[in-house]
């Protein structure tokens, strides 16, 4: 009987319920350790003295002790918070045989104030020196913390908050970096250097002689550096700071700059005038001779355009300079100067204040039962660090370490490999190569160790296996391996098409008759687009545990993959033994994106080459360096399109030709171009059309699977082509989407039949949510008021298409035990991810057994539990595992009938018992056989996907047309979710496909040398999103009242979708570098080039600035980096 509605229970709307936790005991708490407690109040005095193999660290007691030390190894640097050096030693293999620890001396974090200035210990971390500077300007009028506000403004986007708790400021001044962003303020704010040794103080300032390293203003060898003066700034004085980097936060800068001048009191004439750079040089660099003939001169127009020549002049850079973009870098030396400029004129103290980021309202509309905002089970866990991953599984016996040796040339053959002096180091117990292999070494051309040559930088060639890591790593660099160099070496797309380099035949899609169509149109626009790619810089990097068993050469493996069975199948062949003998384990995988589907396989089979032939536990760990190195990304894409359009905006003929590039091996390529062209349409409904796709062979590592799945890239490009009709038309752009979107159920240009109901309630929801037509108004008001900043704001439709374009990867198994407790133990195919699988398939089972979710539990996936898995991607994990654990469920429930009815007021924990009496399996396999799906690229028709995902979003962003820099003021987001299994899960998802889609438009730029090395290996060179570049209101709501049949509960996958949604924030940086292009007379339409970074945004937007700068011939010099899109 089905209980009436008054009944119901309520729906909870909440993550968590805060009175289930258990109530705070204080008694029940562990104390703080009495004797570190003891330690604190009687410090330790005695130098603590810790020998290494080949480091000696030396932690003085006392200031004395600590000069005494300088004095005996003066060449032994000072570490404290070890952000330099440590990086330093650990990837460029620098070697300090003595280190000194002054982080007891207490002489180093003192701090003094007088009427005059500020004295700080050069031991205070940067967090304190933050919250010393201030204190301090609370306490003072502001005329006489320019310098400290300056200093506060860097601060607070120097690095990240962990590295600031640690580093010192003496060490951040020390170290000298070009990229410093405290040193070029320091220099201009005339602070001053207090320096101590064994022979006494003395006092230096702070200059350009002293950041530049000359020996007459540096440092002896013996002296160190006890605290910096930093004085008040006066009266008719202004400082500022500038700085710009790939994105807002924990990012170094591509130009910085500190500036101050002082006027004779009470006129604008220049008395005194200091500008210093970072990031133009080898070193900080002073522009003193142009402010010294700027001396005695108004602050006007006239003094700016020869400030301008003259710092061009004096900051000069090589086309070649290391970091490249140098003609950006030249602009952003005046565009400073002009901002310093504006800001002085208009009597502006400080800079302007940052956008007040209003809290995200967390309610969301109540959903079906089945979709209640469950917290992610694991979510407490992974904000405690409780959470286990591969490499939190402790130490095996007898296990060892491996470590990769990888190719140092683009396309070479092997000549030599030789191992002698590595074998030698202590600790090393063998190398790996391919002739260890005893079964197949790979793929035909995607070997697992290279063999004769090397396809590309980074290719795996041997692997060290030894006690430690770091044993196994010293050993990499004895390893000489001699190369003969071969030709031709492709990198870039543009080369690879010159060369005829192509992985596979040539995609196609067709419909009607373009030729015809693009004789009658009224207008005909070509262009070209490029988009560059993308890391998947997943939290957790690649990783496996290897333990080999002591019969039948079974083995236990621990890997974070999205694809376990693939890991089995891979090492099976690799190892030449049953694939019944090998256990996959996934407990969860910290983040994969893609990049975990098919290069586990290859970790995971040269560590058990290593543990099958040394008879050890192999754990094979890479750090972030080695990882984006060897590994792939998302394709960088070129395309080039021809569309054809009447004057009223609608579209008659579209002709898009793309080529991707694929790297030096097949792995998902032809797959990525087959959906690229099939998603190529995006929302639009044009009649005559023409797509065609290309994966270009090139000499970069192979790249692979990424979130969307050729979809981000492809849809770029058709979207670039509606903007382009848009400006031609004297349209908006949002016109021309609407009068060219589907809007009746009609077949798309495979012939897939189609509901485009969904997609125009995403449309319109997405324009009021966003009150997208009064924003568009107050947006356009802005752009006339403002001539260095512009507005824009773009509205960007999406139909994604969900799954593998084959049946056979649609199908998915479950295993549910019951036990005699009434405990419920899940077991399904797909892999925690960090995307809430697990969550999701226990409230299927909940809803299905009846049974609330604490009675049910999953512990891992386990390719000895559910064999034969399919990878969890292409957003149809939960879909087909939850039919899986749907039909195991029902199975069971089945089998407990008879006993229900027997007892209906009976306990689960009851019918339990009774089912286990009556001998009666609580054990059951479901199993789903999946979506049909499939393509016939022959006739170009098919049912490839099992259905659409729909949504819209529309982003606002303000630019700053001087330095290129953007923020995102607003984004709203209507998705097509149908009956969420988990709006909070769903919704998360939204949010972080959006984001990361925001960064491979915005921030994310991989750097190629010439050389085809990887320059963008970390997070000092590779940028993705930080909690800064959220917008500052975001607004993600799912589409209510909609069904589909077809999958678990009508739900939808969401995974991938939202990524595309991130180009809103684009197209919107493109509307409102078009402002400022009208406004300076330059024509609106350029070439479009995907991520938008500061340098291309601030190009674009060219001025009298840009004209100054001096272009450099591209023959006459090598470049820095180059572009592979």
Same mark, same amino acid.
Request: hydrophobic share 40%.
């Given at each position: 009987?089905?209980?009436?509605?008054?009944?119901?229970?309520?729906?909870?709307?909440?993550?968590?319920?805060?009175?289930?936790?258990q109530?705070?005991?204080?008694?029940?708490?562990?104390?703080?350790?009495?004797?570190?407690?003891?330690?604190?109040?009687?410090?330790?005095?005695?130098?603590?003295?810790?020998?290494?193999e080949?480091?000696?660290?030396?932690?003085?007691?006392?200031?004395?002790? %600590?000069?005494?030390?300088?004095?005996?190894?003066?060449?032994?640097?000072?570490?404290?918070?070890?952000?330099?050096?440590?990086?330093?030693?650990?990837?460029?293999?620098?070697?300090?045989p003595?280190?000194?620890?002054?982080?007891?001396?207490?002489e180093?974090?003192?701090?003094?104030?007088?009427?005059?200035?500020?004295?700080?210990?050069?031991?205070?971390?940067?967090?304190?020196?933050?919250?010393?500077?201030?204190?301090?300007?609370?306490?003072?009028?502001?005329?006489?913390?320019?310098?400290?506000?300056?200093?506060?403004?860097?601060?607070?986007?120097?690095?990240?908050?962990?590295?600031?708790?640690?580093?010192? %400021?003496?060490?951040?001044?020390?170290?000298?970096h070009?990229?410093?962003?405290?040193?070029?303020?320091?220099?201009?704010?005339?602070?001053?250097?207090?320096?101590?040794?064994?022979?006494?103080?003395?006092?230096?300032?702070?200059?350009?002689?002293f950041?530049?390293?000359?020996?007459?203003?540096?440092?002896?060898?013996?002296?160190?550096?006890?605290?910096?003066?930093?004085?008040?700034?006066?009266?008719?004085?202004?400082?500022?700071?500038?700085?710009?980097?790939?994105?807002?936060?924990?990012?170094?800068?591509?130009?910085?700059?500190?500036?101050?001048?002082?006027f004779?009191e009470?006129?604008?004439?220049?008395?005194?005038?200091?500008?210093?750079?970072?990031g133009?040089?080898?070193?900080?660099?002073?522009?003193?001779?142009?402010?010294?003939?700027?001396?005695?001169?108004?602050?006007?127009?006239?003094?700016?355009?020869?400030?301008?020549?003259?710092?061009?002049?004096?900051?000069?850079?090589?086309?070649?300079?290391?970091?490249?973009?140098?003609?950006?870098?030249?602009?952003?030396?005046?565009?400073?100067?002009?901002?310093?400029?504006?800001?002085?004129?208009?009597?502006?103290?400080?800079?302007?204040?940052?956008?007040?980021?209003?809290?995200?309202?967390?309610?969301?509309?109540?959903?079906?039962?089945?979709?209640?905002?469950?917290?992610?089970?694991?979510?407490?866990?992974?904000?405690?660090?409780?959470?286990?991953?591969?490499?939190?599984?402790?130490?095996?016996?007898?296990?060892?370490?491996?470590?990769l040796?990888?190719?140092?040339?683009?396309?070479?053959?092997?000549?030599?490999?030789?191992?002698?002096?590595?074998?030698?180091?202590?600790?090393?117990?063998?190398?790996?190569?391919?002739?260890?292999?005893?079964?197949?070494?790979?793929?035909?051309?995607?070997?697992?160790?290279?063999?004769?040559?090397v396809?590309?930088?980074?290719?795996?060639?041997?692997?060290?296996?030894?006690?430690?890591?770091?044993?196994?790593?010293?050993?990499?660099?004895?390893?000489?391996?001699?190369?003969?160099?071969?030709?031709?070496?492709?990198?870039?797309?543009?080369?690879?098409?010159?060369? +005829?380099?192509?992985?596979?035949?040539?995609?196609?899609?067709?419909?009607?008759?373009?030729?015809?169509?693009?004789?009658?149109?009224?207008?005909?626009?070509?262009?070209?687009?490029?988009?560059?790619?993308?890391?998947?810089?997943?939290?957790?990097?690649?990783?496996?545990l290897?333990?080999?068993?002591?019969?039948?050469?079974?083995?236990?493996?621990?890997?974070?993959?999205?694809?376990?069975?693939?890991?089995?199948?891979?090492?099976?062949?690799?190892?030449?033994?049953?694939?019944?003998?090998?256990?996959?384990?996934?407990?969860?995988?910290?983040?994969?994106?893609?990049?975990?589907?098919?290069?586990?396989?290859?970790?995971?089979?040269?560590?058990?080459?290593?543990?099958?032939?040394?008879?050890?536990?192999?754990?094979?760990?890479?750090?972030?360096?080695d990882?984006?190195?060897?590994?792939?990304?998302?394709?960088?894409?070129?395309?080039?399109?021809?569309?054809?359009?009447?004057?009223?905006?609608?579209?008659?003929?579209?002709?898009?030709?793309?080529?991707?590039?694929?790297?030096?091996?097949?792995?998902?390529?032809?797959?990525?171009?087959?959906?690229?062209?099939?998603?190529?349409?995006?929302?639009?409904?044009?009649? +005559?059309?023409?797509?065609?796709?290309?994966?270009?062979?090139t000499?970069?590592?192979?790249?692979?699977?990424?979130?969307?799945?050729?979809?981000?890239?492809?849809?770029?490009?058709?979207?670039?082509?509606?903007?382009?009709?848009?400006?031609?038309?004297?349209?908006?752009?949002e016109?021309?989407?609407?009068?060219?979107?589907?809007?009746?159920?009609?077949?798309?240009?495979?012939?897939?039949?189609? +509901?485009?109901?969904?997609?125009i309630?995403?449309?319109?929801?997405?324009?009021?949510?966003?009150?997208?037509?009064?924003?568009?108004?107050?947006?356009?008001?802005?752009?006339?008021?403002?001539?260095?900043?512009?507005?824009?704001?773009?509205?960007?439709?999406?139909?994604?298409?969900?799954?593998?374009?084959?049946?056979?990867?649609?199908?998915?198994?479950?295993?549910?035990?019951?036990?005699?407790?009434?405990?419920?133990?899940?077991?399904?195919?797909?892999?925690?991810?960090?995307?809430?699988?697990?969550?999701?398939?226990?409230?299927?089972?909940?809803?299905?057994?009846?049974?609330?979710?604490?009675?049910?539990?999953?512990?891992?996936?386990?390719?000895?539990?559910?064999? +034969?898995?399919?990878?969890?991607?292409?957003?149809?994990?939960?879909?087909?595992?939850?039919?899986?654990?749907?039909?195991?469920?029902?199975?069971?429930l089945?089998?407990?009938?008879?006993?229900?009815?027997?007892?209906?007021?009976?306990?689960?924990?009851?019918?339990?018992?009774?089912?286990?009496?009556?001998?009666?399996?609580?054990?059951?396999?479901?199993?789903?056989?999946?979506?049909?799906?499939?393509?016939?690229?022959e006739?170009?028709?098919?049912?490839?996907?099992p259905?659409?995902?729909?949504?819209?979003?529309?982003?606002?962003?303000?630019?700053?047309?001087?330095?290129?820099?953007?923020?995102?003021i607003?984004?709203?987001?209507?998705?097509?979710?149908?009956?969420?299994l988990?709006?909070?899960?769903?919704?998360?998802?939204?949010?972080?496909?959006?984001?990361?889609?925001?960064?491979?438009?915005?921030?994310?730029?991989?750097?190629?040398?010439?050389?085809?090395?990887?320059?963008?290996?970390?997070?000092?060179?590779?940028?993705i999103?930080?909690?800064?570049?959220?917008?500052?209101?975001?607004n993600?709501?799912?589409?209510?009242?909609?069904?589909?049949?077809l999958?678990?509960y009508?739900?939808?996958?969401?995974?991938?979708s939202?990524?595309?949604?991130?180009?809103?924030?684009?197209?919107?940086?493109?509307?409102?570098?078009?402002?400022?292009?009208?406004?300076?007379?330059?024509?609106?339409?350029?070439?479009?080039?995907?991520?938008?970074?500061?340098?291309?945004?601030?190009?674009?937007?060219?001025?009298?600035?840009?004209?100054?700068?001096?272009?450099?011939?591209?023959?006459?010099?090598?470049?820095?980096?180059?572009?592979?899109?």
């Open positions: 009987m089905e209980p009436s509605s008054s009944a119901l229970i309520k729906i909870c709307t909440e993550l968590f319920v805060k009175e289930e936790f109530p705070l005991d204080p008694t029940q708490e562990l104390i703080f350790p009495p004797e570190l407690l003891r330690m604190t109040e009687n410090p330790e005095k005695r130098t603590l003295t810790f020998h290494g080949r480091v000696t660290w030396i932690s003085p007691g006392t200031f004395k002790d %600590l000069l005494e030390l300088k004095a005996k190894h003066p060449e032994a640097p000072l570490i404290l918070g070890n952000t330099s050096l440590g990086p330093a030693m650990r990837s460029k293999g620098c070697l300090y003595i280190l000194l620890s002054p982080a007891r001396i207490s180093l974090n003192v701090v003094s104030k007088t009427n005059d200035g500020l004295t700080i210990g050069a031991g205070c971390s940067l967090a304190q020196v933050k919250d010393i500077l201030a204190e301090r300007v609370s306490e003072l009028p502001e005329e006489k913390t320019q310098t400290y506000r300056a200093l506060l403004k860097h601060l607070k986007s120097l690095a990240s908050q962990q590295i600031r708790n640690m580093a010192s %400021l003496g060490g951040h001044i020390i170290s000298r070009s990229y410093s962003d405290l040193n070029p303020i320091l220099a201009v704010g005339n602070a001053t250097l207090n320096l101590t040794s064994e022979e006494g103080t003395r006092r230096i300032p702070l200059s350009e002689h950041l530049a390293g000359l020996a007459s203003a540096d440092l002896k060898p013996e002296e160190i550096l006890e605290s910096v003066y930093i004085p008040h700034s006066q009266k008719w004085e202004f400082v500022s700071a500038f700085r710009q980097a790939q994105c807002q936060q924990n990012a170094l800068p591509d130009v910085n700059a500190g500036m101050r001048v002082l004779k009470g006129t604008d004439i220049i008395e005194d005038l200091s500008i210093t750079y970072g133009v040089g080898a070193a900080t660099v002073s522009a003193h001779k142009s402010c010294q003939q700027l001396l005695g001169r108004q602050w006007d127009e006239l003094m700016l355009d020869e400030a301008c020549r003259r710092l061009l002049d004096e900051v000069s850079l090589p086309g070649w300079a290391p970091g490249g973009r140098v003609e950006f870098k030249r602009t952003l030396v005046v565009s400073f100067f002009f901002k310093f400029y504006l800001q002085v004129l208009q009597e502006l103290k400080k800079l302007i204040k940052p956008f007040p980021v209003p809290s995200v309202d967390s309610h969301q509309p109540l959903q079906d039962p089945v979709g209640r905002p469950v917290m992610h089970l694991s979510g407490l866990k992974h904000a405690t660090g409780e959470a286990e991953f591969c490499d939190d599984i402790p130490m095996v016996d007898k296990e060892l370490c491996m470590a040796v990888t190719s140092t040339r683009a396309y070479a053959k092997i000549i030599s490999i030789d191992l002698s002096e590595a074998l030698e180091i202590p600790g090393v117990v063998d190398v790996i190569t391919a002739k260890d292999i005893p079964g197949t070494n790979g793929t035909e051309d995607d070997k697992l160790l290279a063999v004769d040559e396809l590309c930088v980074g290719q795996i060639i041997c692997a060290v296996v030894a006690e430690t890591d770091v044993q196994a790593k010293r050993a990499i660099e004895k390893i000489k391996i001699t190369y003969e160099e071969l030709e031709p070496i492709i990198f870039t797309i543009e080369d690879a098409i010159k060369h +005829n380099s192509f992985l596979c035949p040539e995609k196609k899609l067709e419909q009607g008759n373009i030729e015809e169509a693009f004789e009658k149109v009224d207008q005909i626009v070509e262009g070209e687009v490029h988009v560059g790619g993308q890391e998947h810089f997943y939290m957790e990097t690649q990783r496996v290897v333990i080999p068993k002591t019969e039948d050469k079974e083995l236990d493996i621990y890997v974070s993959t999205q694809d376990p069975a693939h890991v089995q199948k891979t090492v099976s062949s690799t190892l030449n033994i049953p694939i019944n003998r090998i256990t996959c384990h996934v407990k969860r995988v910290g983040g994969g994106f893609g990049g975990k589907i098919g290069r586990p396989a290859v970790f995971g089979a040269i560590a058990a080459v290593g543990a099958l032939k040394t008879g050890h536990p192999i754990r094979l760990v890479l750090d972030r360096e990882d984006m190195l060897i590994t792939g990304g998302r394709h960088p894409l070129f395309g080039k399109y021809k569309v054809g359009f009447m004057n009223n905006g609608r579209i008659k003929a579209l002709d898009i030709e793309c080529f991707i590039n694929g790297g030096c091996t097949l792995d998902d390529s032809e797959l990525v171009t087959e959906f690229l062209i099939l998603k190529l349409e995006n929302a639009y409904k044009i009649r +005559n059309l023409r797509f065609r796709g290309r994966a270009c062979l000499n970069l590592p192979s790249n692979t699977a990424f979130r969307g799945f050729g979809f981000p890239q492809g849809t770029l490009v058709t979207e670039s082509c509606i903007t382009a009709v848009a400006a031609k038309c004297g349209l908006p752009p016109k021309i989407r609407e009068k060219n979107m589907y809007r009746t159920v009609d077949k798309t240009i495979y012939k897939q039949a189609f +509901n485009p109901e969904s997609l309630r995403c449309w319109n929801e997405c324009l009021d949510a966003s009150s997208f037509h009064n924003r568009r108004k107050q947006v356009e008001e802005f752009n006339k008021k403002n001539y260095w900043k512009k507005r824009g704001i773009a509205v960007i439709p999406m139909k994604f298409s969900v799954g593998f374009a084959a049946t056979s990867y649609h199908q998915a198994a479950a295993l549910v035990h019951i036990y005699t407790d009434g405990s419920v133990l899940v077991t399904h195919g797909g892999n925690e991810l960090g995307q809430g699988i697990h969550t999701k398939m226990l409230q299927v089972a909940s809803r299905e057994l009846k049974i609330p979710m604490s009675h049910l539990h999953i512990c891992e996936t386990s390719t000895a539990m559910v064999p +034969n898995t399919i990878a969890t991607a292409a957003s149809v994990g939960a879909d087909i595992n939850g039919k899986a654990v749907q039909n195991a469920c029902q199975i069971l089945k089998r407990l009938e008879p006993i229900i009815k027997k007892n209906p007021e009976g306990t689960w924990e009851e019918w339990i018992e009774a089912a286990f009496e009556q001998r009666i399996s609580l054990s059951a396999t479901g199993y789903f056989r999946g979506y049909k799906a499939f393509m016939d690229w006739k170009g028709e098919g049912d490839p996907f259905y659409y995902v729909y949504g819209a979003a529309c982003s606002e962003v303000e630019i700053d047309c001087l330095t290129g820099a953007h923020k995102k607003r984004t709203d987001i209507v998705m097509d979710a149908c009956c969420s988990n709006p909070a899960i769903d919704i998360g998802q939204i949010e972080g496909a959006f984001i990361q889609g925001m960064g491979l438009y915005t921030t994310e730029e991989l750097k190629y040398s010439p050389e085809g090395v990887l320059y963008s290996r970390g997070p000092d060179e590779y940028k999103p930080t909690i800064s570049d959220v917008p500052e209101e975001f993600v709501s799912l589409l209510p009242s909609s069904q589909t049949p999958t678990i009508s739900s939808k996958g969401l995974g991938e939202g990524m595309f949604l991130g180009s809103s924030v684009f197209f919107a940086i493109t509307d409102a570098m078009a402002a400022a292009r009208k406004e300076r007379d330059i024509a609106e339409d350029f070439t479009v080039k995907s991520p938008a970074t500061p340098e291309w945004v601030r190009m674009a937007c060219a001025d009298r600035f840009t004209e100054m700068i001096p272009r450099d011939d591209p023959k006459t010099f090598k470049p820095w980096s180059i572009t592979v899109a």
